[in-house]
Nanobody
Framework: QVQVVESGGGLVQPGGSLRLSCTAS????????MSWYRQCSGKEREFVAV????????NYADGVKDRFTISRDNAKNTLYLQMKSLKPEDTAKYYC?????????WGQGTQVTVSS
């Protein structure tokens, strides 16, 4: 049974930092490309960052480059998103996407709210 579970969201002030985690099971995590997406209320889900199975390649949406860092610990089957210099426009529900060969799995999301 595949499970993808995000955690680490919360309320943070503008300029603050937060680290999201995504723990996965039920598939070969170390060979799966993993991504973070986010969705604001009333808007479509949008790409944030991606990392290959080995961690050798990463890519980011333009709006988060130089502020967010995606990483993974294959020994712990865990994906991370370190977010710094957070802005109110980063407020969204953040989702983890797992893409083992031929399949796609989503978590339930974790809410991040950036507000003073």
């Amino acid at each position: 049974q595949v499970q993808v579970v995000e955690s680490g969201g919360g309320l943070v002030q503008p300029g603050g930092s937060l680290r999201l985690s995504c723990t996965a099971s039920g598939f070969t995590f170390s060979s799966s490309t993993m991504s973070w997406y986010r969705q604001c209320s009333g808007k479509e889900r949008e790409f944030v960052a991606v990392i290959t199975g080995s961690g050798g390649y990463t890519n980011y949406a333009d709006g988060v480059k130089d502020r967010f860092t995606i990483s993974r610990d294959n020994a712990k089957n865990t994906l991370y998103l370190q977010m710094k210099s957070l802005k109110p426009e980063d407020t969204a529900k953040y989702y983890c996407k797992a893409a083992p060969t031929g399949r796609v799995y989503w978590g339930q999301g974790t809410q991040v709210t950036v507000s003073s």
